[in-house]
């Protein structure tokens, strides 16, 4: 059989296996989908974030003081979760682990996030943070555009930001020297950045740190006239 049909064959099965009851993949439960209504209810209460950048603030507290004094480039930002357990579990499993089917549990709870619906609802077009050529060789699929795929439908456009190079691995970097090293990473496709101009756009990625990353692609949304950016995650960690 042609390559191309194995791979089909298994995309086919990988869909039917992800509506299969199975265990619960935190508490074991079953039967149960990926991610029991019980672990969302206990690990995914609402929380009350700043609007800007996401940062868990006190109840009535609607912008943080950081985003006050130097508001990010994006007009908005919606995080699922804390990444705390067992969240930061389960995107090691899907990103680095090669299990993509934890993209639809992670949607799932993505889109029950307090105004994320009229995020989606009222953008043009839904973009997921590209991975750098290597990174997807490497990985085989960008966990954000699985995520964006899930959340918005045909909405989803993983064609028209692109990432130009790869950088080095951030995690354990300030704030200050990712923003170096995201300079100039991300461009807008040139054959489709007039049809941005004036456009709302919900950009997403699976994780938001220092919120350098968002801010380098949505600068590059902004000079191609994008008018509204709303910076979407499943999970914030609590650094700013």
């Not at 209460?45 to 943080?64: E, F």
């Not at 508001?71 to 969240?87: K, R, T």
């Not at 991975?131 to 899930?150: D, K, M, V, W």
Request: aromatic content about 6%; glycine content about 6%.
């Amino acid at each position: 059989m042609p390559l191309t049909g194995l791979t089909g064959i298994s995309r086919h099965l990988r869909a039917w296996a992800d509506k299969v009851p199975s265990q619960c993949a935190f508490c074991h439960a079953w039967p149960s989908q990926r991610v029991c209504n019980a672990c969302v209810a206990r690990f995914a209460q609402p929380a009350t974030r700043c609007q800007r950048c996401a940062l868990r603030v006190p109840p009535g507290v609607a912008i943080c003081g950081a985003c006050l004094q130097s508001p990010p480039s994006f007009d908005a930002c919606i995080a699922a979760v804390d990444y705390a357990y067992p969240w930061a579990d389960a995107l090691a499993h899907f990103k680095f682990r090669g299990d993509p089917r934890w993209a639809r549990a992670l949607s799932t709870l993505m889109r029950s996030t307090p105004w994320m619906e009229p995020a989606l609802e009222t953008a043009d077009r839904v973009l997921p943070v590209p991975l750098s050529t290597e990174r997807l060789r490497e990985r085989g699929f960008n966990q954000s555009a699985l995520l964006a795929g899930h959340l918005a439908g045909p909405k989803a456009d993983h064609r028209t930001l692109l990432r130009l190079h790869a950088t080095e691995a951030q995690s354990s970097l300030p704030r200050s020297q990712r923003l170096r090293n995201l300079r100039g990473a991300f461009a807008v496709e040139p054959a489709r950045a007039a049809a941005l101009r004036g456009q709302r756009v919900v950009l997403i990625d699976d994780v938001m740190t220092t919120g350098a990353t968002l801010q380098a692609a949505t600068l590059a949304l902004r000079e191609a006239g994008v008018a509204h950016v709303t910076a979407a995650v499943l999970a914030r960690t609590g650094l700013d």
